[in-house]
C-alpha cells in the first residue's frame, strides 16, 4: 500500500465512523480545511476520502459548495429500513435454496453460544453488534457476495436510529424479549430456515425488521433531541 492509499484509508475511516455516529451534524457543511489539519492528510487524500463516502450514502456533495453530513430524515430512514428489509428477506430465499443443513446449524450454533451474553448485556452498542452479526451470518448462507456488501452499508447508515431504539426500549422498560434484538425473533427465523419453510422465514423476517421502520418519525425526533440536547 502507497503512501498516498494509507492516507485515504485512514482518512475514510475515521470519516466514515464520525458519520455513522452523527458527529457532524445532519446537513452540516464540512470544514475541509480543518479536516487535513484534524487527519493529518493532504487535501488530496481527504477529496478520495470524501468522495467515496458520498458514493457510499454517508455524505452528499453539491457543486460549488461542497460535502455536507447526510440527512437524516423519517423518510430516509424508512427507505434504508425497507431495503434491508429487501435485502435480508432475499438472502433467506437464497440461503434456504441453496445452504446446506451444516451451514445453516452454525448460525444455530452460534445463536446457542451468545445467547448468555444477550441474557446479561446492558451495552446497546455491543447489543447492537451481535444483532448484526446474526443477520450477517445468516445472510452470508446466501453466498452473495455483493448482497452483504449493501447490507452491511445499511447497518451503519441506521446504526444511530437503531441505537436510539434501543436506549428508549432500555428506559422504559428494559431490554425485553419483544425486542428488536431479541433472541427468541432470530430463533422464530432460523426455526423457519431449518424447515426450509420460505414463507414462513420471511414472514418473520419482515416482522422482525419493520415493526422498528414503523417509528421512524419518533425515532428521528429523539435521535435530534440526543444530537442538539445530549441527555434529553
Known amino acids: ?13 475515521t470519516l466514515r465512523q464520525k458519520a455513522t455516529d ?3 451534524k445532519p446537513g452540516e457543511r464540512l470544514n475541509e480545511t480543518a479536516l487535513t489539519s484534524t487527519l493529518m492528510v493532504s487535501r488530496t487524500p481527504l477529496r478520495e476520502a470524501l468522495n467515496r463516502l458520498v458514493a457510499e ?19 430516509k430512514i ?10 435480508e428477506t432475499e438472502a433467506v430465499i437464497r440461503t434456504i435454496e441453496t445452504a446446506s443443513d451444516n451451514e445453516i446449524h452454525h448460525v444455530v450454533t452460534y445463536l446457542d453460544e ?34 452483504l456488501k449493501f447490507l452491511s452499508n445499511i447497518n451503519e447508515r441506521i446504526r444511530y436510529v437503531r441505537i436510539i431504539n434501543l436506549r428508549q426500549l432500555r428506559d422504559r422498560r428494559g431490554i425485553s424479549a419483544d425486542d428488536e434484538t431479541s433472541l427468541s425473533a432470530h430463533r ?14 420471511i414472514t418473520a423476517m419482515r416482522d422482525h425488521i419493520e415493526r422498528r421502520s414503523e417509528q421512524t418519525v419518533e425515532l428521528v425526533r429523539m435521535a435530534y433531541s440526543q444530537l442538539y440536547v445530549p441527555g434529553a
Open 114 to 147: 451468545v445467547e448468555k451474553s444477550y441474557a446479561v448485556c446492558t451495552d446497546l452498542n455491543e447489543l447492537l453488534r451481535m444483532d448484526e452479526e446474526f443477520h450477517m451470518k445468516l445472510a452470508a448462507l446466501s453466498g452473495n457476495q455483493e448482497l
Open 1 to 13: 500500500m502507497s503512501k498516498s492509499e494509507s492516507s485515504v484509508d485512514r482518512a475514510y475511516l
Open 22 to 24: 452523527f458527529e457532524f
Open 188 to 201: 422464530v427465523i432460523l426455526s423457519a430456515v431449518k424447515a426450509r419453510d420460505t414463507d414462513r422465514a
Open 57 to 75: 450514502g454517508f455524505l452528499t456533495f453539491v457543486l460549488g459548495k461542497g460535502f455536507f453530513c447526510r440527512p437524516l430524515s423519517p423518510e
Open 78 to 87: 424508512l427507505e434504508l429500513y425497507q431495503l434491508r428489509c429487501a435485502l
